[in-house]
């Protein structure tokens, strides 16, 4: 018989549906009947491509004994984090608070008025390495609710009143200036992996903020320090593990500091911003090797995460059958040699376990290794190669493949439309563009309401009942204005407009400028959650002040400019500090002490070619957050194409900045020296 969740639309929830335990979605009727009950609360909070959270999904909720103790004595609420990140952020930080560490499944007690008493993430079904196991657990957190719970409600009394009261320190309300920005690097280049790219020891992750702030740094300054960074540290990646050799796409982070083995779970939003990081990488430095991984990884996007809706799925899972019926973590993407002798014959077998790196003993478990493309010496016939790729590629599609979380988060894929709309106009593939405008399309259909505000999630082309947060806000307006760049379709610029007054009004702190992550007409927690730092992706509040910046830029609104720099004040007291957590913010940065800069192509026609040539042109230009637009001189698509005539009737560009302009020319030479390209 399926539980409540059976009515949800996130893959999370549903595969909770037929557990035992009597689950609630988080709701209000969920904690009146903790109140109505007399019984503490469990909060599990999870997300579909979560290893750990399967493994005690099997041992626990799925076990008959277990679900009886929680449903006679308990409310369980879970909950997809991915749904509801504001619910997961202040357990999270209550969490952390608590016992230094955080994670999933995270595993919280709480009092009928939703506060807090007893934290934990996984817990196993028998105690092991010190843990107690989950059954002990939950009669240690039963007893005490039945024999001290006055005690209990005081401790979650306090420890709620004291996250209330942790203000977060917003700096100042300037952006940073020069000596913060070097500050910054300087700071980076001391945690910086000299031998094997990265940051920081294992595991390792993709530091994609920090690598755009780097490429941004590299552009208004020339550092050369910067630009080295950026780049070894994508080729690194590139050639390890932790990219799909065969498919393209990149797993979530790296287990050691090699970048050999993988957590294989590949997210949307990783994919999203490398695939962006390496087309600008591409873009600064003309290198072949970050055009193929760019193109590889959009068409990986499209490939296996597009849904039949336009938008893009969150996750593929890390988990698949290993052909025995058991589900194990990478058995969809190792190799043994035996299985690339099956697949390839003896002698491009050889060939392909020296090219990537597959040995008799492995480098992953049973004998079995990653794919990566380990510096060597020697020289690799490339036809062969490439052929042996499309054979193991084909070969590993027969597998059993990954499960897809289907659900279409917003924030993630405003991320996904700036990549593969940049991706697409640099190389030349319409397709890639297309891809994008079809997931903004499904945003603007299903994910916004009449009033331009965002339903976070959807899936099947069905809205999911969550409102949008300040990142689902940002990123979607940031996809939009790099929609309307390469498109010069100026409804994406007035859609971005309409997000972003939300911003204004629903998120800002009008005495501050600080930013929260829920509105303020949205559910009240125990706690309004914020935090300016960046995770596996930007911040809401640094890409929110980046996607004020860039309106600002489009539109010469003080209003937006202003509330970007306001917000970028945490930047200036956090980024000499620690960098890597505030790469986007950094990011930004570099574009408001580059202007940015503003540029309006004209052209008689939307196919006059020369136009087209200067569009491109602007386009790879490398300053910093700069803005692009294109049209004819009588166009009304875009405020900066006011007053652009053609040039003695020829195709001409404007740029300008800190309200200043050049002269406007007709030369892609002189447009790319201007723009740095």
């Not at 979605?25 to 750990?52: D, I, M, N, T």
């Not at 994406?492 to 972003?500: D, I, N, P, S, V």
């Amino acid at each position: 018989m399926p539980n409540r969740l059976a009515h949800e639309t996130s893959p999370y929830l549903l595969q909770h549906a037929d557990n035992p335990v009597d689950w609630w979605p988080w709701s209000g009727e969920a904690f009146a009947e903790a109140r109505r009950r007399e019984v503490p609360v469990l909060l599990s909070v999870g997300y579909s491509s979560c290893h750990w959270c399967h493994v005690m999904a099997h041992e626990s909720f799925e076990d008959e004994n277990t679900a009886a103790v929680l449903n006679e004595h308990f409310v369980s609420v879970k909950v997809d984090r991915e749904e509801r990140p504001d619910v997961d952020a202040v357990y999270m930080e209550a969490v952390q608070a608590a016992t230094g560490q955080g994670g999933w499944p995270m595993t919280v007690f709480l009092t009928p008025d939703a506060e807090p008493f007893y934290f934990g993430t996984y817990f196993p079904p028998a105690p092991r390495h010190g843990m107690p196991s989950f059954r002990q657990v939950l009669e240690g957190v039963r007893q005490a609710w039945e024999t001290r719970r006055e005690e209990v409600t005081e401790v979650a009394g306090k420890i709620t009143r004291d996250l209330a009261n942790r203000e977060l320190d917003h700096g100042t309300t300037q952006a940073p200036g020069e000596e913060e920005q070097a500050q910054a690097l300087l700071a980076l280049t001391r945690e910086y992996d000299p031998q094997r790219g990265g940051f920081g020891g294992a595991p390792k992750f993709p530091p994609s903020m920090v690598i755009e702030f780097l490429l941004r740094h590299h552009a208004r300054t020339g550092s050369e320090g910067a630009l080295q960074m950026a780049q070894d540290t994508c080729e690194r990646m590139a050639r390890g593990g932790i990219y799909d050799q065969l498919g393209g796409g990149f797993a979530r982070y790296s287990v050691d500091r090699d970048w050999v083995v993988p957590h294989f779970e590949k997210m949307l939003y990783d994919n999203a911003l490398l695939c962006r990081v390496y087309a600008h990488l591409w873009r600064a430095t003309g290198s072949e090797f970050a055009r193929r991984v760019a193109l590889e990884t959009a068409d990986f996007m499209v490939r296996e995460l597009r849904t039949g809706e336009g938008g893009f799925a969150s996750a593929l899972d890390a988990d698949s059958d290993d052909g025995t019926g058991r589900h194990v973590e990478g058995a969809y993407y190792v190799w043994t040699p035996e299985q690339l002798r099956e697949a390839l014959g003896e002698e491009d077998a050889e060939l392909a376990a020296q090219y990537f790196g597959v040995t008799e003993e492995g480098t992953f478990e049973q004998g079995a290794s990653v794919l990566q493309l380990p510096h060597q010496e020697g020289v690799f016939d490339a036809g062969r190669v490439e052929s042996a790729r499309r054979r193991l590629f084909g070969k590993r599609a027969e597998r059993p493949a990954p499960g897809r979380d289907d659900k279409v988060v917003a924030a993630w894929n405003g991320l996904a439309i700036a990549a593969l709309a940049e991706t697409g106009a640099y190389f030349d593939r319409p397709d890639l563009v297309d891809a994008a405008a079809g997931a903004a399309d499904l945003l603007v259909r299903v994910h916004m309401d009449e009033h331009a505000a965002l339903h976070r999630t959807s899936k099947d082309g069905r809205a999911g009942a969550n409102t949008g947060v300040l990142e689902d806000y940002a990123d979607v307006a940031e996809g939009f204005l790099a929609l309307a760049s390469v498109t010069g379709e100026g409804v994406w610029l007035e859609f971005a407009g309409l997000l972003l007054g939300h911003v204004l009004t629903r998120f800002t702190d009008p005495e501050s400028g600080a930013l929260y992550d829920t509105a303020a007409d949205a559910e009240r927690l125990i706690r309004r959650p914020q935090d300016p730092t960046d995770n596996a992706a930007p911040s809401g509040w640094t890409a929110a002040a980046g996607a004020l910046l860039g309106y600002a830029a489009h539109t010469g609104s003080e209003a937006h400019r202003t509330a970007a720099e306001r917000a970028l004040g945490v930047v200036r007291a956090l980024g000499p500090r620690v960098p890597r957590f505030i790469g986007w913010g950094l990011a930004v940065a570099e574009a408001v002490l580059d202007g940015p800069r503003e540029v309006a192509v004209v052209g008689p026609s939307p196919d006059d070619k020369a136009a087209k040539t200067l569009h491109r042109t602007a386009l790879l230009g490398t300053a910093p957050g700069a803005v692009v637009v294109w049209g004819t001189p009588e166009s009304d698509e875009f405020p900066l194409l006011a007053d652009r005539p053609l040039v003695q009737g020829e195709p001409a560009a404007y740029v300008c900045r800190n309200f200043t302009c050049d002269a406007p020319t007709t030369d892609p030479e002189r447009l790319r020296a201007a723009l740095g390209g």
